[in-house]
């Protein structure tokens, strides 16, 4: 298949080629990860050793890696691993195992059944938007609809990533993605940057932006997210991010994050309080909704009838203040 978008390329300057392999489907990404290791003459480390962290892996590499010439190894990590926390410490300056791919090995046939897993999406998403590759498996040819879908969505959710068809035992070509410097950039970033573009086979999946300065009133926001993404009203939203801000909440900008039919809003900082002369910046929206079959007009403008209308954003912050928010403390998730 195709690359997609453009990739950090380099030796590795110091250290141990360290190439990342995680999935959700234990039998296949260990096949895999066993096979890569197998093809580029490096030692295969299983999830079980991954576990006990960066320190571990390390031992090995000096271990193994200096007393026997290894170029480099390959760690499975399993399926509960934080990718974040994988690329924070392979490209940590104290390390000696160096990360140049981030592998994502993904069972077509599985995705759309991980996505209406509440227990699964969120890591799916997660493992599929920080990944240099993917590597896909892909079922018989009985469903070739299904199949554009699942490529679709996933070209939007990793746009940079490379995408490679399981075929044969074949392993992909070698990356040497710089993470020490960035991760590749997920779908929702690309969009907020004015960076992303459409694939030209998109199986139904849509993307779209939603920007607005004012705040959102917190129960009308309620009921437009239990019809998007309880009800699917406008489509199936399976992935939305970006900035936001609650009128109840004036003073902090919150992340927005969402997978499946879970939302979770985190404060982000504190914002200018009236009169800094920054406030206008610091009031609004900018969302990024990635999902299929969107109806982005239906969808921006249920959003735009959730922010505060004229009187009330005349009223100030002190009255947004007494507005009824059910929306949960920061840090936790909300159902749609």
């Not at 490096?42 to 271990?63: H, K, M, S």
């Not at 573009?197 to 779209?208: Q, W």
């Not at 504190?270 to 800094?276: E, F, M, R, S, V």
């Amino acid at each position: 298949m195709r690359e997609s978008g453009k990739r950090g390329q380099g030796a590795v300057a110091d250290g141990i080629e360290a190439i990342a392999v995680v999935g959700l489907c234990a039998t296949e990404r260990r096949q895999y990860a066993m096979g890569l290791a197998r093809d580029r003459g490096y030692v295969f480390v299983p999830a079980e050793q991954t576990e006990q962290g960066i320190e571990a892996i390390d031992r090995l590499v000096d271990l193994v890696g200096m007393t026997s010439g290894v170029h480099g190894f390959v760690l499975e990590y399993g399926q509960g691993a934080d990718c974040a926390e994988i690329i924070g410490a392979l490209s940590a300056s104290d390390t000696r195992a160096v990360l140049t791919d981030l592998v994502c090995v993904l069972d077509l046939a599985c995705l759309h059944s991980d996505l209406d897993s509440e227990a699964r999406v969120g890591a799916l998403v997660s493992q599929i938007e920080f990944a240099s590759t993917l590597a896909l498996l892909a079922p018989d040819s009985s469903d070739p609809d299904g199949i554009e879908a699942a490529i679709g969505l996933i070209a939007h959710l990793a746009p940079e990533a490379r995408r490679f068809l399981l075929c044969d035992g074949a392993v992909h070509e070698p990356v040497c993605w710089q993470f020490g410097q960035r991760p590749p950039a997920a779908g929702w970033t690309a969009i907020l940057n004015s960076e992303f573009r459409h694939p030209d086979r998109s199986g139904g999946v849509r993307a779209c932006r939603f920007e607005q300065v004012r705040p959102f009133h917190p129960q009308r926001l309620q009921a437009v997210l239990g019809a998007a993404l309880g009800e699917a009203y406008w489509g199936r939203i399976v992935r939305s991010a970006g900035f936001a801000k609650l009128a109840s909440r004036p003073y902090v900008t919150a992340h927005w994050d969402q997978t499946g039919t879970l939302l979770t809003l985190s404060p982000l900082t504190a914002d200018p309080l009236p009169g800094g002369g920054a406030e206008l910046l610091a009031l609004g929206q900018d969302l990024a909704f990635i999902g299929f079959d969107l109806d982005e007009a239906g969808l921006c403008e249920a959003l735009d009838r959730a922010v505060l209308t004229d009187a009330e954003l005349l009223a100030g912050p002190m009255a947004w203040l007494k507005y009824c928010d059910e929306f949960p403390a920061w840090d936790s998730a909300r159902r749609g």
